[in-house]
């Protein structure tokens, strides 16, 4: 069965450094996603990608995050300068394409910010 | 604001129960519903997808959607210590791919 992955599973880094996490989405799908998950708390919408372009963001995915999809399989997202707020699970998901498809979530990159 | 409620727990059922998820939201143009499950330190995992008022069953899994309530449910039947997990809602309005998220319920299937 088709599933999305994510690469690394654990990120650690240091306050102010760069970090890319990042995703191969379920191949046939149009809509890709990230989310994020502070330890405890619910999952929050980050930012959703389309057609190589960003459909909607929330107000959290300021001016230090970005996304990319470098290729025609991968789909990357960048935190500029981390934060030690930044320290949380992301998630990438996937869905096929029409408003009412399902969301199908990778396993997570555990983000630690020293 | 668009918010789902849920009930943050912990629900324990006894092994071989019936156990009732409940949740609530505040966007009556909220036209998709969706239960995930997610264990400890794991990502969610779609359990099911309903759109239209009434029940929907799949295998021990039953989502109910009342659209004139706001309210949204899953029953799982003759439960499993393995279904012992956090049970997320997430509800989706009718123009956007984005769905909003509960809190989630954490539920505890004791033997």
């Known amino acids: 069965e088709p599933e999305v992955t994510q690469t690394p599973s654990h990120q650690v880094t240091q306050m102010g450094q760069e970090v890319i996490l990042r995703c191969v989405p379920i191949?046939?799908?149009?809509?890709f996603y990230w989310y994020r998950q502070i330890l405890g708390q619910k999952v929050e919408f980050l930012v959703s990608f389309y057609n190589n372009e960003i459909s909607e963001k929330s107000e959290i995915f300021d001016d230090q995050f970005s996304v990319e999809r470098p290729d025609g399989s991968n789909f990357t997202l960048k935190i500029r300068s981390t934060k030690l707020e930044d320290s949380a699970m992301y998630f990438c998901?996937?869905?096929?394409?029409?408003?009412?498809?399902?969301?199908?979530f990778g396993p997570g990159t555990r983000l630690t910010v020293l | 604001q668009k918010e789902v409620e849920q009930n943050s727990g912990p629900l324990s059922v006894p092994e071989g129960a019936i156990a009732s998820l409940n949740c609530t939201y505040s966007d009556r143009g909220s036209q998709s519903f969706f239960w995930y499950r997610q264990y400890s330190g794991k990502s969610p995992e779609l359990i099911m997808s309903?759109?239209?008022?009434g029940d929907k069953e799949d295998g021990r899994f039953t989502a109910q959607l009342n659209k004139a309530s706001q309210y949204v449910s899953l029953l799982i039947r003759d439960s499993q210590p393995s279904d012992s997990a956090t049970y997320l809602c997430?509800?989706?309005?009718?123009?956007?791919?984005?769905?909003?998220f509960g809190r989630g319920t954490s539920l505890i299937v004791h033997p």
């Open positions: 998901a996937s869905s096929a394409g029409s408003l009412i498809d399902e969301q199908f």
């Open positions: 997430a509800g989706k309005s009718g123009g956007s791919y984005i769905p909003t």
């Open positions: 309903i759109y239209s008022n």
């Open positions: 191949s046939n799908h149009l809509y």
